[in-house]
């Protein structure tokens, strides 16, 4: 089942409240504010998708309260989790005539949806609006290199370790953090196992890194350690 719609543009960008953290700067996020006179908000329930891969690239989103997941298929079935979005993310500036992934809600979500050809009528009226879009695509490619690195020079635990101050960073450097993901998600985001996974935090836990206070929440403890192995210091 996919999003719902559930007001209009302006309507919708008046009543939904600023996001508790933002991907782009102060300045960057008034910028692109302009897009919201032309949004629409849908609303996304846990696993329900907004979009699936090789679906006709029509729209733009920006996540506004809540998780999204970015992921594709295999060929043998496996899952690959390609991002988490956060309120302030922009999903979709990169994609052609089709999307390259599939877009989930982790949690219950919400986002502005704006048509691409809406969006490409503003920018030429607004050209500061295009360096805006460009800055986010830009940073997405950074993401995305990281990812890179990640997943190809680091060990499991420097993975996790590395995750889990991501996760910290975009919540302002916050030493209590969040799961909205399962252990699953994770696992395909590190290309990992959920056995892996599980394991790898019991052993932060038992080293006292970490604090496991439920599945979806943790405390870091020794962040300059964590760090450490983040970095195979």
């Known amino acids: 089942m996919l999003a719902t719609v559930i007001d209009g543009p302006r309507a919708a960008s008046n009543r939904l409240s600023p996001p508790p953290f933002a991907a782009a700067a102060n300045d960057t996020a008034e910028s692109v504010s302009a897009f919201d006179g032309i949004g629409t908000a849908v609303v996304l329930r846990r696993d329900q998708a907004l979009f699936f891969e090789g679906d006709p690239a029509q729209h733009c989103f920006k996540v506004v309260s809540g998780m999204v997941r970015s992921c594709r298929l295999l060929a043998d079935g496996r899952r690959h989790v390609n991002q988490f979005l956060v309120p302030g993310d922009f999903v979709g500036l990169e994609s052609d005539d089709t999307y390259r992934f599939t877009l989930e809600a982790v949690s219950d979500a919400t986002l502005m949806r704006y048509p691409r050809r809406a969006m490409d009528q503003l920018v030429e009226r607004q050209p500061r609006l295009g360096k805006c879009l460009l800055g986010l ?97």
């Open 137 to 233: 695509m830009s940073d997405g490619l950074s993401a995305a290199q990281a990812q890179m690195l990640l997943l190809g020079r680091k060990s499991a635990v420097e993975r996790l370790a590395s995750f889990l101050l991501s996760l910290s960073r975009r919540a302002g450097e916050s030493d209590h953090i969040a799961l909205a993901m399962t252990r699953s998600d994770i696992a395909d985001y590190l290309g990992l196992t959920i056995e892996t996974v599980s394991r790898i935090f019991s052993q932060l836990k038992s080293r006292g890194v970490i604090q496991l206070k439920a599945s979806n929440e943790v405390v870091i403890r020794r962040r300059h350690q964590l760090q450490e192995i983040a970095d195979a210091a």
